[in-house]
């Protein structure tokens, strides 16, 4: 039985954790104001706004899959959990896909922050954070980061954590500028530990 995740993580100036049903006018609030931006770089089910009813059932569904150990969504807080600024992820893949955990040898992190918490390092801190959670996780080597690569502040978050670029890049320039192209794949060696019992 695979070990479950912490369902909370904290850093210097972060509290990660599991999304609940009740996130949900805040974080109503939270896209309706960064929908436009973020809906270029990350898929529109996590991306768009809506009522507060449907974030609700969105985020049970989250809260759902992270206890069932099928993806980890955690929303990023303030250390006082008084602002949202945005979540970070971890998804079991293998070089298929994502796949359940007992399959994985890997694990991709996502992200995204609300554009007013850009530019300050969070991304980058929660990042770490789960990096540090994906080296506990039965047979998972590896951990990736995929984004384009028009968005330099996502490409940067990998690239100061010191992770390799895997994926030939095209010319970020030639690609549609209404089809962002995942053309950067960052890979990241785990070493191994073990969480004591008890």
Same mark, same amino acid.
């Given at each position: 039985?695979?070990?479950?995740?912490?369902?909370?993580?904290?850093?210097?100036?972060?509290?990660?954790?599991?999304?609940?049903?009740?996130?949900?006018?805040?974080?109503?609030?939270?896209?309706?104001?960064?929908?436009?931006?973020?809906?270029?770089?990350?898929?529109?089910?996590?991306?768009?706004?809506?009522?507060?009813?449907?974030? %609700?059932?969105?985020?049970?569904?989250?809260?759902?899959?992270?206890?069932?150990?099928?993806?980890?969504?955690?929303?990023?807080?303030?250390?006082?959990?008084?602002?949202?600024?945005?979540? %970070?992820?971890?998804?079991?893949?293998?070089?298929?896909?994502?796949?359940?955990?007992?399959?994985?040898?890997?694990?991709?992190?996502?992200?995204?922050?609300?554009?007013?918490?850009?530019?300050?390092?969070?991304?980058?801190?929660?990042?770490?954070?789960?990096?540090?959670?994906?080296?506990?996780?039965?047979?998972?080597?590896?951990?990736?980061?995929?984004?384009? %690569?028009?968005?330099?502040?996502? %490409?940067?978050?990998?690239?100061?954590?010191?992770?390799?670029?895997?994926?030939?890049?095209?010319?970020?320039?030639?690609?549609?500028?209404?089809?962002?192209?995942?053309?950067?794949?960052?890979?990241?060696?785990?070493?191994?530990?073990?969480?004591?019992?008890?």
């Amino acid at each position: 039985m695979p070990p479950h995740l912490p369902t909370q993580l904290r850093t210097d100036r972060l509290l990660l954790r599991c999304w609940r049903a009740e996130d949900a006018a805040e974080l109503a609030l939270v896209l309706a104001a960064n929908t436009a931006r973020l809906g270029a770089w990350i898929p529109r089910q996590v991306a768009e706004a809506a009522p507060v009813p449907e974030l %609700a059932r969105r985020l049970a569904g989250f809260a759902d899959r992270f206890h069932a150990d099928i993806e980890w969504r955690y929303g990023l807080f303030s250390p006082d959990e008084q602002l949202m600024l945005g979540e %970070a992820s971890l998804f079991p893949r293998s070089a298929d896909g994502r796949v359940p955990l007992a399959s994985a040898d890997r694990v991709e992190i996502g992200y995204w922050l609300r554009e007013d918490a850009t530019g300050r390092g969070f991304a980058t801190e929660a990042a770490r954070a789960l990096v540090t959670v994906a080296a506990t996780l039965p047979g998972v080597q590896r951990v990736e980061i995929r984004c384009d %690569a028009r968005n330099e502040r996502s %490409a940067a978050v990998p690239r100061r954590l010191g992770f390799r670029l895997a994926a030939p890049v095209g010319d970020p320039a030639a690609a549609r500028a209404d089809a962002p192209s995942r053309d950067m794949l960052w890979t990241h060696e785990l070493p191994r530990v073990t969480v004591p019992d008890g």
